[in-house]
């Protein structure tokens, strides 16, 4: 059975189903392979990079979408969309991502469009629509939490979570909105295994004069990419890194620094708990290899043990 990258639905024939096609742009009828294999792809981001003001440890590309020749094109500004490429020094960098950014919908985290595509040489590369850009070449002011917190790309990971709830008070117009959405975030990261979520990877976007949290970027399961990773969150909570626990997830962490009552909690891990079956039929479907897929199952599973007793 094929399987479409943009949408994870049965296709009979071709590359993608004409739903995904549609989904990228519906003046779009067909899509090209990217005219780069994998190398040529690591090699221009290489190139670009100091045009690109989207920076960090992934290989990036801007690109944008051609309507005219049906596919994505490269530029050094100005693109509505950002493309990585497979990463040789670590394995399947881009279909982790897009499984974890699909993992992330179906608990309704706001995720922008993203999917896989096919280069030239077959390989998969990851795509995600910008949601700074809008309407022509106009920009929604966005400020990642590192230019908040005063922080380099250096000190990143010199904060605490603690800090960041505080950064949404200072900064939010509704900061128990915002709060509700870390919180859910939080428990994700730590189940997918994503202990990358550095100060760069929270971003406050402003829309028609409200100051919220932007979609989301960059969740990616980590934990089962790099081997024996010594931490299970980048930012620590009550000082911990690792050995987290439901008590320091929930009590601690949701309902003392986040402040959060106890309807919106059960609410966000209900339907954290209730995906659970949807997530592996995911991860099942995705373009992880069977190692991978087998890796990613059994660190959910050990995560989940973790955190449920102490809800159930």
Not at 57 to 80: C, H, M, W, Y
Not at 103 to 118: E, F, K, R, T
Not at 193 to 209: A, P, R, V, W, Y
Not at 276 to 291: G, R, Y
Request: charged share 25%.
């Amino acid at each position: 059975m094929k399987i479409c990258p943009i949408t994870y639905k049965s296709i009979e024939s071709g590359k993608y189903s004409r739903e995904g096609i549609k989904l990228l742009s519906p003046y779009l009828n067909s899509l090209n392979d990217l005219n780069y294999t994998k190398e040529e792809q690591l090699q221009e981001a290489a190139l670009r990079a100091s045009k690109l003001s989207i920076q960090g440890v992934q290989p990036k590309l801007s690109a944008k979408l051609s309507i005219k020749n049906s596919g994505f094109e490269l530029f050094d500004r100005g693109g509505t969309f950002i493309l990585k490429p497979q990463n040789f020094l670590f394995q399947e960098l881009p279909e982790n991502e897009d499984l974890t950014m699909r993992l992330a919908v179906l608990i309704s985290l706001n995720i922008p469009l993203h999917g896989l595509i096919y280069s030239k040489d077959e390989s998969l590369t990851y795509f995600i629509k910008r949601f700074d850009r809008y309407g022509k070449n106009k920009k929604y002011a966005v400020e990642d939490f590192a230019q908040l917190a005063g922080k380099t790309r250096d000190t990143k990971y010199n904060y605490s979570m603690e800090k960041v709830a505080k950064l949404l008070d200072k900064y939010c117009t509704f900061p128990a909105v915002e709060k509700a959405k870390l919180f859910k975030l939080t428990i994700f990261n730590y189940l997918v295994g994503n202990e990358d979520m550095h100060l760069k990877n929270f971003s406050l976007i402003t829309k028609e004069k409200i100051i919220a949290l932007s979609p989301h970027y960059d969740l990616i399961n980590t934990s089962i990419v790099v081997n024996n990773p010594p931490e299970e969150i980048a930012l620590p909570i009550d000082g911990r890194k690792n050995k987290l626990t439901g008590k320091l997830l929930i009590d601690y962490f949701g309902k003392e620094v986040l402040e959060l009552n106890s309807k919106i909690i059960s609410q966000a891990l209900d339907i954290i708990y209730k995906s659970k079956n949807k997530w592996l039929e995911t991860i099942s479907v995705s373009f992880l290899s069977d190692i991978m897929k087998s890796k990613y199952v059994d660190l959910l599973e050990t995560r989940w043990k973790v955190l449920f007793p102490h809800f159930l």
